[in-house]
């Protein structure tokens, strides 16, 4: 009965809501974010009364603001946030700071989370929530529990604010009425060792009944195999006989779908979301595609710059004369670089990531790829979709599982390869594999073919046990969690992964 009375009031409300209009939203938004922050530092430098006057008050922001990547918005700004100055570029001072590397940096980024971010973090969440009433789910669903893996939420405390994994601060967050529903619950989820807590969720999770899980693929195959092999059995349905949902963030799933099926009893509905330490960008929302809809209407601004060579800088900022695109202007099939202006005090803010428009009506995405890890050291332009694409061809070609791998753009004596290492169990042929890769990637991408006919030598395909790229998540994991694998590295990191896979091998 409450599952019924809960998956009707969804459907009413998603119904209410489904004549939203993402453009119109979009200047709303701008404009609120202007007019509350008119009064800061920031607002005052960059004139955001003067820009509310306007009659185009899109076109009149993006002339009177620069771009920002992290960098520079933390040495100009967010560095008195953090030494607790009040009203910069957001008004007060917040609670929270997010801490991230991403996959780009050794050393973490802080970034400023306000109690208007975790509103919208939750809002987009509850969002997230009412459009399950797309997907055939039964009443009974809106019962089970839900495994959300994340960094710990026992967060660490700095000069009057609390630091951690925006993932631990949303999950110290959550509203009352959903802490019932809420696994591993608050005393496991604030236990900062990584392993020491899945052991945890392993014991207890034969008294749980999950029906939906949530978090980066990685760290949920990792939980989902010790809950198994906890328990001895073949998958994890029979553990929970309920799980029909799995919610994935953080990186593209795609690479995962194999071994992650492998874990399942029968199929669950995978549902991707784009959950940032800068807010929550988007989700699916709906069956039938694999594509995310922006939030446009939730405290984040977005614009559009196209990925194009020339608006891109070496270290993949970006520059200062690269047009912007509102959402009433980009059209569909285009690279465009993320930038997006928050509730946190954001400001035209290079997020990092790469996306194209797969509905422009809908406002739904799909994420191409890292501004600094699109593979273009001798102008093939690899996007992270590419290359997962091409893993996955290798998977069906080879009949394999290759859950995660990594790759470099690396000179030799005779050149540069595009060197691969794959995680795979059992025997596979490393030159039928780089074969593979070769013939679809010039196939897929005419800059990759035209770079193997110039600067490219050639592919190199390394296989390892996927058990390593664990191992190298661990040993570089962050508090109470684990790293996101990079996709690509340069060739300072990648010597070092080399030299990290020698070692297992070696052991």
């Not at 070496?314 to 670089?337: C, I, K, N, R």
């Not at 990637?441 to 390593?468: C, I, T, W």
Request: proline share 4%; net charge negative.
């Amino acid at each position: 009965m409450i599952g019924n009375i809960i998956k009707g009031f969804i459907d009413i409300t998603d119904k209410l809501s489904t004549d939203s209009n993402p453009v119109e939203e979009q200047k709303e938004v701008l404009k609120d974010l202007l007019a509350h922050a008119s009064s800061t530092a920031f607002g005052k430098k960059f004139g955001f009364e003067t820009i509310l006057k306007e009659e185009n008050v899109q076109q009149a922001f993006s002339d009177a603001v620069p771009y920002y990547d992290y960098n520079t918005i933390a040495n100009e700004w967010w560095h008195k946030v953090v030494d607790g100055e009040r009203d910069i570029t957001w008004p007060g001072n917040p609670d929270y700071f997010a801490l991230s590397s991403g996959t780009t940096g050794k050393k973490s980024k802080r970034i400023p989370v306000t109690d208007a971010m975790i509103s919208s973090i939750r809002n987009a969440g509850i969002q997230q929530v009412m459009a399950l009433s797309n997907f055939d789910l039964p009443p009974d669903f809106f019962e089970k529990e839900i495994m959300m893996l994340g960094s710990s939420t026992d967060l660490d405390v700095r000069d009057g604010h609390q630091e951690g994994e925006i993932s631990g601060i949303s999950a110290s967050n959550i509203p009352f009425w959903f802490k019932g529903y809420y696994k591993p619950g608050e005393e496991i989820a604030k236990i900062d060792d990584w392993d020491e807590r899945v052991r945890h969720i392993a014991k207890n999770a034969k008294n749980w009944d999950i029906g939906a899980l949530s978090g980066i693929p990685s760290w949920m195959e990792l939980m989902l195999k010790e809950v198994i092999d906890y328990h001895g059995v073949d998958h994890i349905h029979e553990i929970w006989p309920n799980l029909r949902v799995y919610t994935s963030g953080g990186v593209a799933f795609d690479p995962y779908e194999k071994s992650f099926k492998a874990l399942l009893g029968k199929p669950v509905q995978i549902i991707d979301t784009y959950l940032a330490s800068e807010g929550f960008i988007a989700f699916q929302s709906r069956p039938g595609t694999t594509a995310m809809k922006l939030v446009t209407d939730n405290g984040i601004y977005f614009e559009f710059v196209p990925f194009e060579p020339e608006y891109i800088k070496p270290d993949g900022s970006l520059s200062q004369d690269a047009p912007s695109l509102t959402l009433g202007e980009v059209e569909t099939d285009v690279d465009y670089v993320l930038i997006i202006s928050t509730v946190s005090g954001a400001w035209r803010y290079l997020i990092g990531d790469t996306i194209e428009f797969t509905d422009v009506s809908k406002a739904e995405i799909k994420i191409t790829g890292r501004t600094k890890f699109f593979l273009n050291t001798v102008g093939s332009q690899l996007s992270v979709n590419k290359m997962n694409d091409a893993v996955k061809n290798l998977e069906q070609s080879l009949g394999l599982k290759i859950p995660e791998y990594t790759l470099c753009a690396k000179r030799y004596d005779d050149g540069f390869y595009h060197t691969w290492y794959l995680g795979a169990e059992g025997d596979a042929d490393p030159e039928k594999a780089a074969e593979a890769l070769d013939a679809h990637l010039k196939d897929a991408n005419k800059n990759y073919k035209v770079a193997r006919s110039k600067a490219l030598e050639g592919v190199k395909v390394h296989f390892v046990h996927p058990n390593v790229f664990s191992e190298w998540n661990g040993a570089n994991k962050k508090k109470g969690g684990q790293v996101k694998m990079e996709r690509v590295m340069g060739e300072e990191k990648f010597e070092e992964w080399e030299a990290f896979v020698a070692g297992q091998n070696t052991n």
